[in-house]
C-alpha cells in the first residue's frame, strides 16, 4: 500500500525559497508518475508540477521558472524546490501518487508580503 507523507512546509517571506519533500513508502521504487499539488483556502486543489516514471515534467505557468521537480529514487523521495516565492503561492501542498491516486496529509506553505 502506498503511503506518502509531506515535510517542509513553513512562513517564508516573499522572494524566498522553501523544499517540500514526500517520502513515498510501501513501493519497491519511488520511480513512478507523481505530483504535486497545492490548495489555498477558498480554492480548488490545483496542479503545481508533475514527473513521469521517465523523469518528464511539467509545470503549472504560475509557478514556471520558479519552482523545480525532482526525485531521489534512492531515498524513495518526491522533492519540490520553491524559489522566488510568492504570497499567492500560500497554500496547503500535497503529493500525489497518480498511478494509484493515492495523496499524502499535506504540508502548509505560508508566504508572507
Known amino acids: 500500500q502506498v503511503q506518502l507523507v509531506e515535510s517542509g512546509g513553513g512562513l517564508v517571506q516573499a522572494g524566498g525559497s522553501l523544499r517540500l519533500s514526500c517520502v513515498v513508502a510501501?513501493?519497491?521504487?519511488?520511480?513512478?508518475?507523481m505530483a504535486w499539488y497545492r490548495q489555498a483556502p477558498g480554492k480548488q486543489r490545483e496542479l503545481v508540477a508533475s514527473?513521469?516514471?521517465?523523469?518528464?515534467?511539467d509545470f503549472a505557468r504560475a509557478v514556471k521558472g520558479r519552482f523545480t521537480i525532482s526525485r531521489d529514487d534512492a531515498k524513495k523521495m518526491l522533492n519540490l524546490q520553491m524559489n522566488s516565492l510568492k504570497p499567492e503561492d500560500t497554500a496547503v501542498y500535497y503529493c500525489?501518487?497518480?498511478?494509484?491516486?493515492?495523496w499524502g496529509q499535506g504540508t502548509q506553505v505560508t508566504v508572507s508580503s
Open positions: 510501501g513501493v519497491a521504487s519511488s520511480r513512478r508518475f
Open positions: 500525489q501518487d497518480v498511478e494509484y491516486n493515492v
Open positions: 514527473i513521469t516514471s521517465g523523469g518528464t515534467t
